[in-house]
């Protein structure tokens, strides 16, 4: 059985947006080597914001965003999940955004969420590692 692993933002934002070749090159691996990636609706909006603000051409970012959701399971956001990011946020300390990806990836049932904006080897609720697979870049 395969582990599902969660991919936030920033990951897909460097594997498509080769500013920095070191993280697009460590990004396109994961996507390319994890077996089952799991994203949600919020990475899904916040990736369009993040690449308009870069000044990536429209055509481009919704391209790239229909990559993403035919090779990524995408959590749709519920009112659950909102609840439970809620529960999240008062129990250790996130912000509310951080808060929902955490609740997305954990109601998907990953074991791994790869972030650049959480702290790495945390595991949170016995069941979920945030893994940075920037941090040796630092």
């Known amino acids: ?6 991919i936030d933002t920033n990951i897909w934002v460097y594997a498509h947006f080769q500013h920095d ?4 090159a460590i990004a396109l691996e994961l996507i390319e080597t994890l077996p089952t990636l799991v ?7 916040e990736y369009y914001s993040v690449m308009l603000k870069k000044k ?7 391209d790239n965003i229909e990559v993403i959701i035919s ?6 956001i519920q009112v659950t999940t909102i609840r439970f990011a809620h529960r999240l946020k008062v129990k250790y300390g996130f912000s509310y955004w951080d808060s929902l990806i955490v609740a997305s990836a954990l109601e998907a049932d990953c074991r ?10 945390q595991v949170i609720e016995d069941r ?3 893994i940075n ?5 630092r």
């Open 71 to 76: 090779i990524a399971a995408i959590k749709t």
């Open 133 to 137: 697979p920037f941090v040796n870049l």
């Open 21 to 24: 070749d070191q993280k697009c």
């Open 56 to 62: 990536i051409a429209d055509r481009l970012i919704q």
């Open 39 to 45: 994203s949600s609706t919020q990475v899904l909006n």
């Open 112 to 121: 791994q969420l790869y972030s650049e904006d959480m702290q790495h080897g």
């Open 128 to 130: 979920l590692t945030v």
């Open 1 to 6: 059985m395969s582990v599902n692993s969660f």
